[in-house]
């Protein structure tokens, strides 16, 4: 019983009160929730890609040309998508 309410000694304005907290405390767990999505669409540099995915900057390039990783420029930088890189690991048979 150590999560449990019981109803009838509460108030309305009470029952009011705790469910408009429990409601702001799981938007509030959305709400980061969502944050931490958005730090996925964070653009990685070439060094920070081949760090993230633990590779060697040729076969990024090699990745790259053959299309299995998407890259986008500026200029001559070029930045990968980390939710990108992440929609193209993929899982391997035993």
Known sequence: MKNSIIL???S???LQELIGSTVKKNVAEL???IQAKKFTEELLTREETCNFLK???STLWSW???GKV???GIGAR???KRSELLDC???LKK
């Open 8 to 10: 009838q000694d509460l």
């Open 12 to 14: 309305v304005e009470e």
């Open 31 to 33: 709400q980061q929730e």
């Open 55 to 57: 590779i060697d900057s």
């Open 64 to 66: 790259t040309n053959k």
């Open 70 to 72: 998407r890259a986008y």
């Open 78 to 80: 070029r930045y990968y």
């Open 89 to 91: 690991l993929s899982l």
